[in-house]
C-alpha cells in the first residue's frame, strides 16, 4: 500500500464504525458522545494495537497520522462521564443560534473569556449586571461553545434555585463539597487522588453566578484548595489564583448578599465577595442594557417598564427610602398594590393562580411551573401554605419526621436529656421542614435539600405532587433539565410568568426586596378597585423576631406581572 493515509482518509468513518458503541458499552452509558477527533483517535489506537501484534507500528508509515495518547478505554470517573454526555451536535446548534442573538456587550465578554481559556494562563473575572441584562444567557453560551467541543464547564451557583437555570448547574457548595460552617481557615474537602480531582484537572471553565450571595470564605476556601492541589504540576499556571483554572463569578451586589445572623452593615460588607483577598486581581465585566426592554408590546409598555425598571434600580441603589433607626422605609407605589381589605390574600392567590382548583385537578404542569407567591419569613409562608391547602378538595395525607441527637456529641447523655424528641419535635428553622408536613395530590411543593444534583433534585428544585405513598412521595418536576419526569422523593426537605409578593412583615436582608421585585415587572390593575400606599421597612442589623414583628410596617399585598 503506496498511500496509506489517502485510505485512512477515505474509509476512517468505516474503520472506526463500532467505537462509540464499544466505548458505550463499556462504560453503561447510551448518552455518551464523541466527537469525530476522539473517534478518529481511539480508532487508530486500535490499528496501532494490531501492527504491534504483527510487528509493526504507525511509526513504520510516516504519512499516517498518530493517535495523540488521549484514549477513551473505559472512563469510570462518574463525575467526568457527566460532564462527556452532553449531545455535541445539538450544542453546536445552540452554539450558532446563540452567538447571533448576543449583544455587542455580550459577544465582548464572550470573547474576552474565550480567550483567556484559550490562553491558558489562568483569570479571575466578575461579570457585574442588574436583573435582566443577559447574564444567564452568557454562561448558556459558553457553555455550549467548550461542551460542543468535548471540553469540560463546571456551571455553580450560590443557591439551588439559581443553579437550575444553568445547564448541568450545580450549588457550588456541593460540587467544590465547601464546608457548610466556614471560616477565614476552612478549605474545602477535595482530596487528591479522588475522582473529583480529576474532573478539575480537566476543567477549562468554573462559571460561579450569584457570586454574591456568597461569603467570601467560600471563595478563598476554593482558592487554597485548587492551588494545594495543582501545586505539584510544575508549571507557573497551578501558582494562579484557582489553582490557573479559569472561573468566572457574576452577580449583582444589588441583590441578596451573605446574611450574617445578627450582623450589621460592617459584618456584611466584610463578609462580601469584594472583600476577598483576589478581588483586585479580578477583571470586573459590566452589562448594562436591560433586554427585558425589548419584550414591550407597545410604547405604553416601554415607558412602563422603563419607569418601573429606573425605580427598581433606585431601590437596589439605596436612593429611595428615608432611614430611620437603621432601617429603610420605602414607599411602594399605588400601581403595585392590591387592595388591603379582607379579602386581600384572596385577591393575591387568584391573581397568580386563577382558576386554582381546577388547574389541581388537571395537574398543570405549565401552569405551575410559571407562578408562585414570594415572601420573606416561613411563618408566612406556611400561612399561605394553609391557606390554599384548605381550598384543595383531595384527601390531606401528613407525615411526621424522625428527630434524634447525633449519638456522636461529645455530651450525648446530657444532650438526649435536654433535646428529647418532643423538643426537637417544636423546632422550626430555615431549610428544615417541619416535624409534621401535610401533602395533598395536585399541589406544588419545593424540594428544602439536594437528593440528585445530576438529576435536577437539589434545594429549590419545584415539584407537582402525583401520588402520597405510606413511606414516598411521588411528583412531576416542575423547574429544571428534567421538567416533566416522574420521581418519587423518600424524604422532602426560576423565571416565573406570574408572581405575587406578601408582605406582611419588613424584609430583614440587604437586597430581599430588590430580588423580589427584579423578577417581575408592573401589573396594572382596574380603575374601579380600591388601592392604598403601603410602607415596607428593610431592615440592615438584626433579622426581626419571628413572632412579635407584624406590627413594624403597614401590611401589604403586591401584586405583579412578567
Not at 467526568?80 to 456587550?105: G, P, Q, V
Not at 396594572?524 to 378597585?529: E, G, I, K
Request: glycine letters at 8%; aromatic letters at 10%.
Amino acid at each position: 500500500m503506496c498511500r496509506p493515509e489517502h485510505v485512512w482518509d477515505s474509509c476512517w468513518k468505516y474503520l472506526s464504525d463500532d467505537i462509540l458503541h464499544r466505548q458505550r458499552q463499556v462504560i453503561g452509558r447510551q448518552d455518551f458522545h464523541m466527537s469525530d477527533e476522539e473517534i478518529k483517535n481511539n480508532a487508530l489506537a486500535e490499528i496501532e494495537k494490531i501492527l504491534q501484534g504483527n510487528g509493526k507500528s504507525l511509526d513504520d508509515f510516516p504519512s499516517m497520522p498518530k493517535p495523540n495518547g488521549v484514549i477513551f478505554c473505559g472512563i469510570h470517573n462518574k463525575l467526568i462521564l457527566d460532564e462527556m454526555c452532553y449531545d455535541r451536535a445539538f450544542l453546536s446548534e445552540e452554539l450558532n443560534k446563540y452567538l447571533s442573538c448576543l449583544t455587542d456587550e455580550q459577544r465582548k465578554v464572550y470573547d474576552t473569556i474565550i480567550q483567556a481559556v484559550n490562553k491558558n494562563k489562568g483569570g479571575v473575572f466578575f461579570l457585574y449586571g442588574f436583573g435582566g441584562t443577559g447574564k444567564t444567557f452568557v454562561w448558556k453560551t459558553l457553555s455550549a461553545s467548550f461542551r460542543s467541543k468535548g471540553q469540560i464547564v463546571l456551571n455553580v451557583a450560590s443557591s439551588g434555585i439559581a443553579a437550575e437555570l444553568l445547564p448541568g448547574g450545580r450549588t457550588a457548595h456541593s460540587r467544590f463539597a465547601i464546608p457548610i460552617d466556614i471560616n477565614e481557615d476552612s478549605t474545602c474537602n477535595i482530596k487528591k487522588g479522588t475522582p473529583l480531582v480529576e474532573l478539575l484537572s480537566k476543567t477549562k471553565l468554573i462559571i460561579w453566578d450569584e457570586a454574591p450571595m456568597s461569603h467570601r470564605f467560600c471563595f478563598e476556601s476554593l482558592d487554597k484548595s485548587l492551588r494545594d492541589i495543582f501545586k505539584d504540576d510544575n508549571n507557573d499556571v497551578s501558582k494562579n489564583p484557582f489553582g490557573g483554572i479559569i472561573i468566572v463569578l457574576g452577580g449583582d451586589f444589588r441583590q441578596i448578599l451573605p446574611v450574617v445572623p445578627y450582623g450589621g452593615r460592617q459584618e456584611i460588607v466584610h463578609a462580601t465577595i469584594n472583600s476577598f483577598y483576589l478581588w483586585d486581581y479580578c477583571q470586573v465585566l459590566t452589562f448594562t442594557k436591560n433586554l427585558r426592554l425589548q419584550t414591550a408590546s407597545s410604547n405604553q409598555n416601554l415607558v412602563e417598564l422603563r419607569d418601573f425598571f429606573d425605580w427598581l434600580l433606585k431601590v437596589g441603589d439605596g436612593e429611595i427610602g428615608d432611614d430611620v433607626d437603621g432601617e429603610s422605609i420605602i414607599e411602594i407605589p399605588e400601581e403595585m398594590l392590591i387592595e388591603d381589605d379582607v379579602n386581600g390574600l384572596a385577591q393575591l392567590v387568584d391573581f397568580v393562580y386563577p382558576d386554582f382548583l381546577g388547574r389541581i385537578d388537571d395537574q398543570d404542569i405549565k401552569f405551575f411551573q410559571e407562578r408562585c407567591i414570594l415572601s420573606p419569613t416561613i411563618k408566612d409562608v406556611a400561612m399561605l401554605n394553609d391557606y390554599l391547602m384548605c381550598n384543595i378538595k383531595s384527601v390531606e395525607k401528613s407525615y411526621l419526621s424522625s428527630n434524634s441527637v447525633c449519638k456522636d456529641d461529645l455530651d450525648f447523655n446530657t444532650s438526649q436529656q435536654t433535646y428529647a424528641p418532643k423538643v426537637l419535635n417544636t423546632f422550626i428553622a430555615s431549610g428544615f421542614p417541619d416535624h409534621k408536613v401535610s401533602f395533598k395530590v395536585g399541589i406544588p411543593a419545593m424540594l428544602l435539600r439536594n437528593i440528585d444534583q445530576s438529576s435536577g433534585l437539589c434545594n429549590g428544585t419545584r415539584l407537582l405532587i402525583t401520588r402520597l405513598g405510606n413511606h414516598v412521595v411521588e411528583g412531576k418536576i416542575l423547574s429544571g433539565k428534567s421538567v416533566g419526569q416522574s420521581i418519587l422523593i423518600p424524604w422532602m426537605g426560576q423565571t416565573l410568568s406570574h408572581v405575587g409578593i406578601y408582605l406582611p412583615r419588613p424584609v430583614f436582608s440587604h437586597g430581599q426586596l430588590y430580588v423580589a421585585l427584579s423578577r417581575v415587572k408592573i401589573g396594572m390593575l382596574d380603575d374601579d378597585q380600591g388601592d392604598f400606599v403601603g410602607t415596607m421597612n428593610y431592615a440592615t442589623s438584626a433579622p426581626p423576631d419571628s413572632h412579635e414583628d407584624a406590627n413594624a410596617s403597614l401590611p401589604g399585598h403586591m401584586k405583579v406581572e412578567l
